[in-house]
């Protein structure tokens, strides 16, 4: 049996009415904020350090058409990784964030899969291959 049933549903809901109308103070989001506050703050510097990363991110030069097809095709056969820089920008005028990974491969479009990206060949702007780092036994 619920303390309501003792004293009837009316007057349970008028008790309960009168607590939080007279008697409960709601604290607002001060009750919340250790629980969010610092996953909220580590996406929002994670969000700033991506933005300053693609901020300082230095324009390479153009490469030829040829010389980006020859470093894609090396990286391919060799297993190796590239990082790519585009030709495109972002809303604010920034260039793209550059990709990195292993080619895949290629497909019939003239578009090259790098990583899990697939990119147009014509988007890219420069190709630098990835030096194999030692490995350590």
């Given at each position: 049996?619920?303390?309501?049933?003792?004293?009837?549903?009316?007057?349970?809901?008028?008790?309960?009415?009168?607590?939080?109308a007279?008697?409960?103070?709601?604290?607002?989001?001060?009750?919340?904020?250790?629980?969010?506050?610092?996953?909220?703050?580590?996406?929002?510097?994670?969000?700033?350090?991506?933005?300053?990363?693609?901020?300082?991110?230095?324009?390479?030069?153009?490469?030829?058409?040829?010389?980006?097809?020859?470093?894609?095709?090396?990286?391919?056969r060799?297993?190796?990784?590239?990082?790519?820089?585009?030709?495109?920008?972002?809303?604010?005028?920034?260039?793209?964030?550059?990709?990195?990974?292993?080619?895949?491969?290629?497909?019939e479009?003239?578009?090259?899969?790098?990583?899990?990206?697939?990119?147009?060949?014509?988007?890219?702007?420069?190709?630098?291959?990835?030096?194999?780092?030692?490995?350590?036994?």
């Amino acid at each position: 049996m619920t303390y309501a049933d003792e004293i009837g549903q009316e007057a349970f809901q008028k008790l309960v009415a009168d607590f939080f109308a007279h008697h409960y103070h709601d604290r607002g989001m001060v009750k919340w904020q250790g629980y969010y506050l610092s996953d909220h703050t580590a996406a929002l510097n994670q969000q700033a350090a991506a933005k300053t990363q693609l901020q300082n991110q230095p324009l390479l030069s153009q490469q030829s058409t040829e010389l980006i097809r020859q470093q894609l095709a090396t990286a391919y056969r060799t297993g190796q990784s590239v990082n790519v820089q585009l030709q495109t920008s972002t809303i604010d005028g920034q260039l793209a964030a550059p990709l990195g990974g292993k080619v895949q491969g290629y497909t019939e479009d003239d578009e090259v899969v790098i990583g899990e990206a697939t990119v147009p060949i014509a988007a890219i702007r420069h190709v630098t291959l990835v030096p194999f780092s030692p490995s350590y036994s």
